[in-house]
């Protein structure tokens, strides 16, 4: 079976893949990306994403931003934690930003990267299923079957960006991880004060209830046990809005309507190191966080962006890339990011559900510290937006 050859092959074709497929393409980087479901109009996925305005900076870049359909503004984030006093307001005037972030639809924006890869002519393999992979000191390799046809390639820097299916084949790399016993339930809400720009982050002993505007209403992450999830789901409409209703309190007035939902388990997960020979994970494939302040996504995309500087900073694409100096680079400039990302969710999962009144105190008293240091609020809010650099 004769196997076709990459400068990179990158193994997950959702919007952390396709970013840097586009990225590299522009350096016309030879790059094979492959995606284990159908094309993107047979994926439906109502999840909100939540970009920081660092990340809409790369998809601006990208020539991304301008195509996608619905952006919310989000200008404000008020933090607040339930039955306690205290609370804090996040800015962009403080932030010095424009805005603090927008709000898309996950779809929305793999129905546009797939578009502009197609108008590139990346070469984007769907419904391409990867059964194996090895490394060795020149090259990867991988096996993947597509159509019922067994095909090989190989590439000098192989990057996984699948959610890590793939990285339990590499025995240098090893998962942590850490089950919250939660469920996130996502769905559109609309309530009888119409949206203002403003996002709510507010804290409950069952976990975090984040509304986020989207259009006119909002995007609702509800963290919920794990064992009220599917009763939850399964409930008619006025009854779920009845109990979002006294989760959340009317701070927002009455919540009116709501549209289909969806929920998914929610875990810490980790992968040490993220390289290894010829190979590096990117996005959830490197880690998976606690949706709380919307972290995820932007992380992933700035793995990407990390990945294609330091490819594009090289001074020989044939010799240097995928080498373990390069990949040695890269991740040492990720590693404060990342770790960074995985603390603060983690914390902020964690604290606020303590049941220990002494904890949950000092909680709503720092929200009210913060709110009183705006320096402080500015370190905190353009640390979310941009990350920390390495």
Excluded at 97 to 111: I, S
Aim: net charge neutral; hydrophobic share 40%; aromatic share 8%.
């Amino acid at each position: 079976m004769a196997a076709d050859h990459f400068d990179v092959i990158i193994v997950g074709g959702g919007p952390v893949g396709m970013a840097l497929a586009i990225c590299l393409n522009q350096r016309k980087v030879s790059t094979l990306l492959l995606e284990a479901q159908g094309l993107p109009e047979q994926v439906q996925d109502p999840r909100p994403l939540a970009l920081s305005y660092g990340s809409h900076l790369i998809l601006q870049k990208l020539g991304v931003w301008e195509t996608l359909q619905q952006i919310t503004f989000i200008k404000t984030i008020h933090i607040s934690n339930r039955g306690h006093f205290g609370r804090t307001l996040l800015t962009s005037e403080e932030a010095g930003v424009p805005t603090l972030g927008y709000v898309v639809n996950y779809h929305d924006l793999y129905r546009s990267m797939h578009q502009l890869l197609l108008d590139h002519g990346v070469n984007y393999q769907t419904g391409a299923m990867v059964s194996r992979l090895a490394a060795g000191a020149k090259q990867a390799q991988i096996e993947y079957q597509q159509a019922e046809e067994n095909k090989q390639a190989t590439a000098k820097l192989l990057v996984l960006a699948d959610g890590g299916r793939l990285a339990a084949q590499i025995e240098s790399i090893s998962y942590h991880t850490h089950e919250y016993q939660q469920w996130a339930v996502v769905a559109n809400v609309e309530t009888s004060i119409p949206q203002n720009g403003v996002a709510y982050e507010r804290f409950t002993s069952d976990g975090p209830v984040a509304l986020l505007p989207s259009g006119n209403g909002y995007a609702l992450v509800w963290t919920v046990p794990s064992l009220s999830a599917k009763e939850i789901l399964s409930l008619d409409d006025s009854t779920f809005l009845l109990h979002l209703q006294h989760h959340f309190g009317d701070r927002l007035g009455k919540f009116v309507s709501s549209g289909g939902r969806s929920g998914f388990p929610l875990a810490l997960k980790h992968a040490s190191p993220t390289t290894a020979t010829r190979t590096v994970l990117v996005g959830n494939a490197a880690q998976t966080l606690h949706p709380v302040a919307g972290q995820g996504f932007n992380l992933g995309l700035r793995d990407a962006l990390e990945l294609f500087n330091e490819i594009n900073g090289l001074s020989s694409l044939s010799t240097q890339i995928g080498t373990s100096e390069m990949l040695k680079a890269y991740e040492s400039k990720r590693r404060i990011d990342r770790d960074a990302g995985k603390i603060f969710t983690h914390s902020l999962a964690k604290i606020f559900t303590s049941d220990l009144p002494l904890i949950q105190t000092f909680s709503s008293l720092g929200l009210s510290v913060l709110d009183c240091l705006p320096p402080v609020k500015r370190f905190v809010a353009r640390r979310m937006i941009f990350g920390v650099r390495g």
